[in-house]
């Protein structure tokens, strides 16, 4: 467990990020595919049901020894949440209300926001979509791990501990690569949680605010679902900085694993990744695939050339317009 990985920076790159380019050969080739574009009139309902079971959660762990709290709260309660920070993502992309309502999607994330108990959706909205559009830029995408982090973590046992404090790491990560001013929504997205977590508190007791708060932080670190954070832009292999995932885990994750469908077409809601990939399945079908999260996290821990350095980065040039 102690093998040191040899990688001690990241994997600079001198070309744009692959996406853009693919998205244009491609609506060139299957302009039908812009038909796919827009909301998703299933995802708000689909989004009031999760927050509905999470609310009848609550409610029935409050009289449950403490071991069932918490294992309930590993079982369910952590898939549930994990599941609505990717619902989360998805309204970020507008894809409950559309373009045309931005705002409605603002408060619409910070509805789904509530039994995750971490108030983050505002700051998600902000940094996600820099990440699409800079993707590995240098000082601006937040999805790519600290010079700390690639480091530190560069051990078997150390990049296990790391995986298990993903959550931590992806909510510091933005106050040390690209701070930003506080936003109104932030603010109000403070608010509304805080005032939710103390209400759940002040009517049933304790056993439900942990199960709301572990489930998130658990469900974000050693979890099978996690998987996707590594799967996504990790480079197992030299040369390729987006992975999709064709397995079982996108009926509960909105099809992030549809990964490079999603890069090459952020507008489209996880729902019609799949058509995307049907349509244009000769640009897809080449490219590296996963069928498992769980075997992903397995072989980023066991594989002494991967460390959170693993990651393509780029210099950016001209204007970088920020959220």
Known sequence: MGNRVPREDYEWVYTDQPHADRR???LAKYPEIKSLMGP???????????????FLAFYLIKDLDWKWV??????????????MTLAIHEISHNTAFGNNKAMWNRYFA?????PIGLPYSASFKRYH???????????????????FEGWFFCTRFRKFIWIILQPLFY????????????SQLEITNLLIQTSFNVLLFWLWGAKPV???????????????ISGHFIAEH?????????????????????????????????????RRLPMVKKIAAEYYEGLPQYTSWVRVLYDFIMDDTLSPYSRVKRKLKGDVKQE
């Open 70 to 83: 918490l294992f309930w709260t590993y079982t369910f309660g952590s898939c549930v949440n994990h599941s």
């Open 234 to 270: 990790y480079m197992f292999l030299k040369g390729h900085e987006t992975y999709s995932y064709y397995g079982s885990l996108n009926l509960l994750t909105f099809n992030v694993g549809y990964h490079n469908e999603h890069h090459d077409f952020p507008s489209i809601p996880g």
């Open 129 to 147: 979509l820099d990440h699409h559009r800079y993707l590995g830029g240098d000082g601006v995408d937040v999805d790519i791990p600290t010079e």
């Open 40 to 54: 998703d009139p299933r995802l708000k309902w689909i989004v009031c049901l999760m927050v509905a079971i999470q």
């Open 171 to 182: 909510a510091v990560r933005p106050l040390c690569i690209n701070p930003k001013p506080i």
């Open 210 to 224: 942990v199960y709301m708060l572990a489930g998130s932080l658990l469900g974000m670190g050693l979890h099978p």
């Open 110 to 114: 910070m509805f789904a926001n509530l």
């Open 24 to 26: 244009k050969q491609i």
